[in-house]
């Protein structure tokens, strides 16, 4: 058995990785094979030790982050809003940018309604389940294409323990329903088909390309969606949807052709255009 100490300051030195960035990774990574908090690590490391099978995981797992793999994706979890969400591989990893939808609905709407909400392409579910934990009297829907996804987002709502929200493993545009919704998010896939090979290598290769592939134009869904949501959304609904670099004008014309008019357009910490929302048009 080795101490954890011991092992993060063998391995920094065997792959010459001293900054601090591979400590805190090593950390995670201790965190997720020992099942204990990166607090213990870092408070109280004469608690945590490794044997020879442990530590044997531990060096195949930062190899895997050597090679680009994101470090969410070796250690199934990743923090969105209020919560750790699990993910893996049939997932796209939740970013930070994304809470900026949940953001934009909670300026918007009381959490004390009794709201409706649907997301469309819920791959982990992080944007439904956050706003199902902001709020608590709303019912959530979330759809998607992969199954593989929504067994991912069911399985974080039963860890976090929130009821009136479904999902369901259907193409958006096979989905019939006859009730309304107040409020659609989604961040659909935006990515151009051409673009994808040049996407850096942690999301081309670890991003399922079912949310990245956008079509010829990147817009495939945004279209899909603006379309279908004008029937779905009740008369003072509103939809919130992610965009890409330089799409705004495009979802913003694809939107208004669909008899919605523009809300807001917000920017993302690096001052891109990355999220809009819009009114139905009564
Ligand atoms: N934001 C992702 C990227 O950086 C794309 C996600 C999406 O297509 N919805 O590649």
Not at 11 to 24: A, D, H, P, V
Not at 111 to 128: A, E, K, N, Q, Y
Request: glycine share 6%; charged share 25%; net charge positive.
């Amino acid at each position: 058995m080795k101490s954890v100490n011991l092992i993060i300051s063998e391995y920094t030195k065997k792959y010459g990785l001293k900054n601090g960035e591979i400590i805190r990774v090593l950390r995670s990574i201790i965190g997720k094979i020992k099942n204990t908090s990166s607090e213990t690590i870092i408070f109280s490391p004469e608690k945590v030790s490794m044997n020879d099978d442990e530590t044997h995981i531990l060096e195949n797992m930062l190899l895997r982050y050597l090679k680009k793999e994101p470090l969410s994706k070796i250690i199934n979890r990743k923090a969105f809003w209020n919560h750790d969400f699990f993910v893996n591989e049939h997932v796209l990893d939740p970013r930070s940018e994304t809470e900026i939808i949940v953001q934009m609905v909670l300026e918007r709407f009381s959490v004390t309604s009794p709201l409706r909400f649907l997301d469309l392409g819920t791959g982990s579910g992080c944007i439904l389940l956050s706003l199902m934990s902001e709020f608590p009297h709303a019912i959530g829907l979330g759809l998607d294409l992969s199954q593989e996804a929504i067994r991912v987002a069911i399985h974080n709502r039963e860890k976090l323990k929130l009821k009136n929200v479904d999902f369901l493993k259907i193409d958006w545009n096979s989905f019939l329903c006859n009730q309304k919704f107040d409020v659609i998010v989604s961040n659909p896939p935006y990515v151009k088909t051409s673009h994808i090979p040049k996407l850096g290598k942690s999301v081309r290769d670890y991003d399922p390309v079912l949310a990245l592939d956008g079509g010829k134009s990147g817009l495939r869904a945004h279209e899909e969606i603006s379309g279908l949501a004008r029937k779905w959304l009740s008369p003072h609904g509103k939809i919130f949807l992610e965009i890409g670099r330089g799409q705004a004008s495009k979802v913003q014309k694809i939107l208004r052709k669909n008899r919605f008019k523009i809300e807001k357009i917000e920017t993302d910490m690096n001052g891109l255009e990355r999220a809009i929302c819009a009114a139905v048009c009564v």
